[in-house]
């Protein structure tokens, strides 16, 4: 009876150590398909993208863990400029270093460029793309039982106690109900898990709270361990991206300068420059400022284009703040200089 039961025990142990399945590193090429993919598909602005994310990084293809994703998913939340994007942009780099962080940047917002410039063209030429809303608004029920999945999964893995959860309810109460800033909030829940950790240290310590890397069919493993992966901090390296940002920044803005028959051009680069600093938020906080600018400011286009624009933004994959291209397309469009309109359009 004793050596039936060890017997059993033995069987269960090898059955549970075939089905913690480990996770092999995708190829660069995966990556690329995976990416160019997802360029396509992200619609529902950055909610809808984080959740499909999730779904097909974390749960199906098992290349990062919830842990890390949540991790890195919080650092972008507090970061200017579209954190669904930056959460592409982290994995990408996390799985392929900065080739992988540049291919998956560049190809989550590629597709929606050509999307909305085609778009864009059609409704200046022939002034009507309310077709466009009609044809993509079958997506939306699909969009939001994504999102409504994903919300319900990462809340299982996220919020592992009691006081976890009362913090999501005041957030979303927040939120809500009382209109508080995004950042403010983010920042808010971070001071209170500080000193939550200092003063009632147990039920805030991460650490304990924290799985163990295992997903409900396997284990993740790829690039957990920052002495074997390249995730460990590198000061040099971080001067080496700043100097490379500064020189593709400054050289198109110098080419626009010095040749541009009308300052147009120009002030858009430096513009858009200062508002991609100050998107903290997301699209939705920074989008009046851009549209003020656009509209009273510069006058580029007039406010009912303006609406037009992010009802195109909308309906085309990529991150919200792709309105911005719409905006410049017009500016283009309007005061072309020595370019044909299409020309400005094209430069804009």
Same mark, same amino acid.
């Given at each position: ?231 460990? *901090? ?5 001067? @080496?991206?700043? /100097?490379? &940002? =500064?020189?593709? +920044?400054?050289? %198109?803005? $110098? ?61 085309? *994959? ?5 309105? @911005?291209?719409? /905006?410049? &397309? =017009?500016?283009? +469009?309007?005061? %072309?200089? $020595? ?10």
């Amino acid at each position: 009876m004793h050596g039936s039961l060890h017997h059993q025990e033995n069987d269960s142990q090898s059955s549970s150590e075939k089905d913690a399945i480990y996770t092999p590193h995708p190829t660069f090429r995966q990556a690329l398909r995976f990416w160019l993919k997802l360029g396509f598909i992200s619609f529902g602005g950055p909610t809808g993208q984080i959740a499909i994310m999730q779904q097909e990084l974390v749960e199906r293809r098992k290349w990062v863990s919830i842990e890390r994703f949540l991790n890195a998913l919080n650092y972008c939340m507090l970061l200017p400029g579209p954190e669904a994007q930056q959460l592409a942009i982290y994995i990408g780099w996390l799985l392929h270093k900065i080739p992988g962080g540049v291919m998956a940047g560049a190809f989550f917002v590629i597709p929606s460029m050509f999307v909305l410039f085609a778009l864009s063209y059609i409704y200046v030429a022939y002034g009507e793309v309310s077709w466009v809303a009609s044809i993509f608004s079958g997506l939306k029920p699909a969009v939001m039982a994504i999102v409504a999945a994903a919300v319900i999964k990462i809340g299982k893995k996220a919020l592992k106690n009691r006081v976890m959860i009362a913090i999501a309810a005041l957030s979303f109460v927040a939120i809500f109900f009382f209109k508080i800033p995004f950042p403010v909030i983010v920042i808010g829940a971070g001071v209170v898990g500080f000193a939550g950790n200092l003063l009632w240290p147990d039920p805030f310590d991460v650490v304990k709270a924290k799985g163990d890397g295992h997903t409900e069919t396997g284990v993740v493993q790829i690039c957990e361990d920052p002495l074997l992966c390249h995730i460990n *901090p590198s000061a040099r390296r971080d001067m @080496v991206i700043v /100097i490379v &940002f =500064m020189l593709l +920044w400054a050289a %198109p803005m $110098a080419i626009l300068y010095a040749l541009s028959s009308v300052p147009v051009f120009f002030t858009e680069g430096l513009f858009f420059t200062k508002a991609a600093f100050l998107t903290f938020g997301g699209a939705y906080a920074v989008l009046a400022y851009i549209a003020q600018a656009g509209v009273e400011q510069y006058a580029w286009l007039t406010g009912s284009q303006m609406m037009d624009g992010l009802g195109l933004a909308e309906t085309t *994959p990529g991150p919200l703040i792709m309105v @911005v291209q719409f /905006i410049g &397309f =017009m500016a283009g +469009w309007n005061y %072309p200089g $020595a370019l044909s309109p299409l020309g400005g359009a094209r430069l804009g």
